[in-house]
């Protein structure tokens, strides 16, 4: 499936992800459907929807009885669990740039890129589909790359941070922005490449920290994904039994 490939574009680079929507499309036809193109949708609109946290998104990607849909800030679903996959609202670069100016509005962060039945849609905020992706709407991508200012360090087994530019010495403790001291890091894709946040694990629970070695997030958690959540949605999923993910902010609340 579509979206079931865009996953591993979360462990590799930004550029991936960006084209990432477009690009499996073109690696294979889209699966031909005769659904309707409609969805059950909720009356509420961005404008009325509650907001509990002005950083995070009105709708939340959530998946109830293995499918998926959108809840509000008050985790109730707006748009409701029907899809295989769906992604955070946000931009397709791809359809942005599509040669067919009529369907470049569709690549815009009002819409969120979501599968069913093997075929791809983006819908609005009320959940209606409103686009099926093919192959020829389909531009490429112009990306402007941040080059990291940080990357994780393994010594002796065990890993830290070092910030590129002032690091030179693995035996001077004091060239590293983060001793290492984890069982496993990974700093997260996000706009403010000065601070990023960093999934770490300690003491066989997964927690998120900061480049000051201060805990954003407690180590509680069983597993926390590594992928784009945090860029997209200042979020982050996790989960405590491996099985059941689910969305919390950088105040540890759920979704």
């Not at 609109?45 to 009105?58: F, K, T």
């Not at 066989?204 to 070695?213: A, E, H, L, M, P």
Request: glycine fraction near 6%.
């Amino acid at each position: 499936m579509i979206l079931g490939k865009l996953k591993l574009g979360f462990f590799i680079t930004l550029a991936v992800f960006a084209s990432a929507q477009s690009k499996y499309l073109k690696g294979k036809s889209l699966a031909k459907s005769k659904t309707a193109v409609s969805s059950k949708v909720s009356k509420k609109s961005g404008s009325d929807l509650p907001v509990v946290n002005e950083n995070i998104p009105l709708l939340i990607p959530q998946k109830k009885n293995g499918k998926s849909g959108f809840v509000n800030q008050k985790s109730r679903f707006v748009i409701q669990p029907e899809y295989d996959l769906v992604m955070f609202f946000g931009e397709d670069c791809n359809l942005l740039n599509s040669p067919n100016e009529k369907i470049r509005k569709f690549g815009t962060k009002d819409f969120a890129t979501v599968e069913k039945n093997g075929t791809t849609f983006r819908i609005n905020k009320s959940g209606k589909r409103v686009y099926q992706y093919k192959n020829d709407d389909l531009g490429k991508c112009n990306l402007t790359l941040q080059k990291a200012l940080f990357h994780a360090y393994i010594l002796h087994g065990k890993y830290g941070i070092i910030e590129d530019s002032k690091f030179k010495n693995p035996s001077d403790r004091s060239q590293f922005a983060i001793y290492p001291d984890y069982q496993y890091l990974y700093i997260m894709e996000g706009d403010d490449v000065a601070n990023p946040m960093i999934v770490a694990a300690y003491n066989d629970k997964f927690g998120v920290i900061d480049v000051n070695n201060k805990i954003v997030i407690p180590f509680e958690y069983s597993d926390i994904k590594r992928n784009y959540s945090w860029k997209l949605g200042k979020m982050f999923e996790v989960t405590k039994d491996d099985k059941n993910y689910y969305y919390i902010d950088s105040d540890n609340r759920s979704y």
